[in-house]
């Protein structure tokens, strides 16, 4: 039984010393070693010294009351302006995407759907497939309106919803409520 005890730890012992020879043995290794611990730290550093949610990194404005959005309204939502507020439209619903304005900014990979109707684009998966016009979306195959109906529901469980996205002139009577729009224009897409 000793002699067992014995090879055990004489194994456990080899196994140490050969893993601090492999990180230690050499100065390479040595180097290796540190630079992997830096970064580790750092990395573990940057995490838990923030110590701010993301709302707080980024100045949000107030939130916008819901309410119609005629089509120039939403071009003044393209992160530029003085509170930096970003909108996007899909399948004629606008959301308050400012929170994702790393994404949806001035700076970001989809700062082309800033201030515009997206729904041509994430239908064909285009970024510039954007129009700065009304665009109707009567051209979209089922695939495609498949495709961006997901988009959607993604954003309304992300974003605020602002209201429906109306052509300039035909703002009218509000026709949002709770987030949503009322049931006569939930399935129809802006004519």
Same mark, same amino acid.
């Given at each position: 039984? *000793? @002699?067992?005890?014995?090879? @055990? $730890?004489?194994?456990? *012992?080899?196994?140490?010393?050969?893993?601090?020879?492999?990180?230690?043995?050499?100065?390479?290794?040595?180097?290796?070693?540190?630079?992997? %611990?830096?970064?580790?730290?750092?990395?573990? =550093?940057?995490?838990?010294?923030?110590?701010?949610?993301?709302?707080? +990194?980024?100045?949000?404005?107030?939130?916008?009351?819901?309410?119609?959005?005629?089509?120039?309204?939403?071009?003044?939502?393209?992160?530029?302006?003085? $509170?930096? #507020?970003?909108?996007? %439209?899909?399948?004629?619903?606008?959301?308050?995407?400012?929170?994702?304005?790393?994404?949806?900014?001035?700076?970001?990979?989809?700062?082309?759907? %800033?201030? #515009?109707? +997206?729904?041509? %684009?994430?239908?064909?998966?285009?970024?510039? @497939?954007?129009?700065?016009?009304? /665009?109707?979306?009567?051209?979209?195959?089922?695939?495609?309106?498949?495709?961006?109906?997901?988009?959607?529901?993604?954003?309304?469980?992300?974003?605020?919803?602002?209201?429906?996205?109306?052509?300039? !002139?035909?703002? !009218?009577? $509000?026709?949002?409520?709770? !987030?949503?729009?009322?049931?006569?224009? @939930? /399935?129809?897409?802006? =004519?």
């Amino acid at each position: 039984m *000793e @002699a067992e005890n014995i090879v @055990a $730890d004489t194994d456990s *012992e080899s196994t140490v010393s050969s893993l601090t020879t492999l990180l230690f043995g050499s100065p390479l290794n040595t180097v290796l070693t540190v630079i992997c %611990a830096y970064f580790i730290y750092k990395l573990l =550093k940057g995490n838990s010294n923030t110590g701010s949610t993301p709302s707080e +990194a980024i100045k949000l404005p107030p939130p916008l009351p819901k309410h119609n959005v005629p089509l120039s309204e939403l071009h003044k939502y393209d992160g530029k302006g003085e $509170d930096g #507020r970003v909108c996007v %439209a899909i399948l004629g619903k606008v959301y308050d995407v400012t929170k994702g304005s790393r994404f949806y900014g001035p700076e970001g990979p989809y700062s082309t759907f %800033a201030g #515009r109707d +997206a729904t041509r %684009a994430l239908a064909t998966f285009d970024v510039v @497939a954007v129009k700065e016009e009304w /665009d109707q979306h009567d051209d979209l195959t089922p695939s495609q309106m498949s495709s961006v109906q997901e988009w959607e529901i993604q954003f309304s469980e992300r974003y605020d919803f602002v209201g429906k996205l109306v052509k300039d !002139g035909e703002e !009218g009577e $509000d026709d949002v409520s709770d !987030g949503q729009v009322n049931e006569t224009n @939930a /399935d129809e897409s802006p =004519k």
